[in-house]
């Protein structure tokens, strides 16, 4: 099973602050990454699929990049409702199997 | 608007069965494979069971491999989750997804969850 760790488990930054967070998987999953944002007592929701492409909606500010087993989210500056728990997936396996990162909290500072 | 609304959670003992649906609105169901993933709580996200569009292959976690079992009904744009053998490491909240499916520079892209609904609350526990 492909294993993705998330780093770091907690990132505290401003509003108008860049947030990079990271997403290694265990082996090659190409580009087949995807990006959620959780926020509490909601359902998770993409934001980027195949490493780096922006869901319907989903505004400029978030980007994906990365390919193999490194990956990268970027919020190029922090909205107040940014704040939330984010999520990377895999699905080099499709249909058999999918996995998640652990998650990473982005909170105020 | 895509509506997903699950429904059937509740508490049951360990190794006691439990039948969740999901009521899928707003896009042509029948033409979408779609997801159950669970969600311990306060822990992370875990893809439990898949569904091809037609019913026609089954893809499951292995720690519910044999025990959990989906279906689907396209005549009632209706998706199951059939669980039996219920154990404590299974207390959850179950959300549906639908899979997602776009065409990108002439490759269809599939198995991310672009909807969810709000999902249901299972528990475990005597």
């Known amino acids: 099973e492909i294993v993705l760790t998330q780093s770091p488990a907690t990132l505290s930054l401003s509003p108008g602050e860049r947030a990079t967070l990271s997403c290694r998987a265990s082996?090659?999953?190409?580009?087949?990454l995807a990006w959620y944002q959780q926020k509490p007592g909601q359902a998770p929701r993409l934001l980027i699929y195949?490493?780096?492409n922006r869901a319907t909606g989903i505004p400029a500010r978030f980007s994906g990049s990365g390919s193999g087993t490194d990956f990268t989210l970027t919020i190029s500056s922090l909205e107040p409702e940014d704040f939330a728990v984010y999520y990377c997936?895999?699905?080099?396996?499709?249909?058999?199997?999918?996995?998640f990162g652990q998650g990473t909290k982005l909170e105020i500072k | 608007q895509v509506q997903l609304v699950e429904s059937g959670g509740g508490v049951v003992q360990p190794g006691g069965s439990l039948r969740l649906s999901c009521a899928a609105s707003?896009?042509?169901?029948?033409?979408?494979?779609m997801h159950w993933v669970r969600q311990a709580p306060g822990k992370g996200l875990e893809w439990v069971a898949f569904i091809r569009y037609d019913g026609s292959n089954k893809y499951y976690a292995d720690s519910v491999k044999g025990r959990f079992t989906i279906s689907r009904d396209n005549s009632k744009n209706t998706l199951y989750l059939q669980m039996n053998s219920l154990r404590a490491e299974d207390t959850a909240v179950y959300y549906c997804?639908?899979?997602?499916?776009?065409?990108?520079?002439?490759?269809?892209?599939?198995?991310?969850?672009?909807?969810w609904g709000q999902g249901t609350l299972v528990t475990v526990s005597s």
């Open positions: 082996q090659s999953v190409s580009s087949y």
């Open positions: 707003g896009f042509t169901f029948s033409s979408y494979g």
């Open positions: 997936q895999q699905r080099s396996n499709w249909p058999r199997g999918y996995t």
């Open positions: 997804a639908k899979d997602f499916s776009a065409m990108v520079r002439g490759v269809i892209i599939r198995g991310y969850f672009d909807y």
């Open positions: 195949d490493a780096s």
